[in-house]
């Protein structure tokens, strides 16, 4: 089956106790991007990835890394994560750059508390 | 001025009518449009794309787009319970990725 796969779907942590999300797609796709969903915010873009070893910065990066290695992996790493990276996470993918045709795909999410 | 625009809602239409959920934008270069439908707690998932002036029909949805007037508009025919989530309206930029609107919440009782 088609799929974006994130892990964990919840997670609970402390200020400053670093972190990864893992994200993995079955897809073959180019391009893979991170998401942050807020109460009121939306969806705001973190990084994205248009390629292995080729990453860029969203609208909302600080305090944020991400690696692309390989083609099928994007985890988002929160170095020394704070309480308002508390929020929901969106892993997505699309077969190449984003258009009508290649639309993104979203993995199941990942809640993280941090306190 | 944010860059796509919804109205919040919550939208509320009795089982059977038509829904009808607007987006504006505002980036005029924008090229790709897209609705999404989100249920609480879940991630988004792909209704509709779109990219040329005009309708395009799915089922019971339709997706209309308005590029002078910058309007995208998703129209849901015989709404059922199972409709009730939020739509959220995405604008492809070109710069790599979708900007997205805040959402509109459809409730559609029976």
């Known amino acids: 089956e088609a799929q974006v796969t994130q892990n964990p779907r919840y997670l609970i942590t402390v200020t400053g106790k670093k972190l990864t999300v893992t994200c993995s797609q079955n897809m073959n796709h180019e391009y893979m991007s991170w998401y942050r969903q807020d109460p009121g915010l939306g969806l705001r873009q973190i990084y994205y990835?248009?390629?292995?070893?080729?990453?860029d910065k969203g609208d909302v990066p600080e305090g944020y890394k991400v690696s692309r290695k390989e083609k099928r992996n994007f985890p988002l790493i929160l170095e020394s994560p704070s309480p308002n990276q508390t929020s929901l996470y969106f892993c997505?993918?699309?077969?190449?750059?984003?258009?009508?045709?290649?639309?993104?795909?979203f993995g199941n999410g990942t809640r993280l508390t941090v306190t | 001025q944010k860059e796509v625009e919804q109205n919040s809602g919550p939208l509320s239409v009795p089982e059977g009518a038509i829904a009808s959920l607007n987006c504006t934008y505002s980036?005029?270069?924008?090229?790709?449009f897209f609705w999404y439908r989100q249920y609480s707690g879940k991630s988004p998932e792909l209704i509709m794309s779109?990219?040329?002036?005009g309708d395009k029909e799915d089922g019971r949805f339709t997706a209309q787009l308005n590029k002078a007037s910058q309007y995208v508009s998703l129209l849901i025919r015989d709404s059922q319970p199972s409709d009730s989530a939020t739509y959220l309206c995405?604008?492809?930029?070109?710069?790599?990725?979708?900007?997205f609107g805040t959402g509109t919440r459809l409730l559609v009782s029976p």
């Open positions: 980036d005029r270069g924008s090229q790709s």
């Open positions: 995405a604008v492809g930029t070109g710069f790599q990725k979708l900007v």
């Open positions: 779109i990219y040329s002036n």
């Open positions: 990835s248009m390629n292995v070893e080729v990453t």
């Open positions: 997505a993918s699309s077969l190449g750059r984003v258009t009508y045709n290649s639309p993104l795909h």
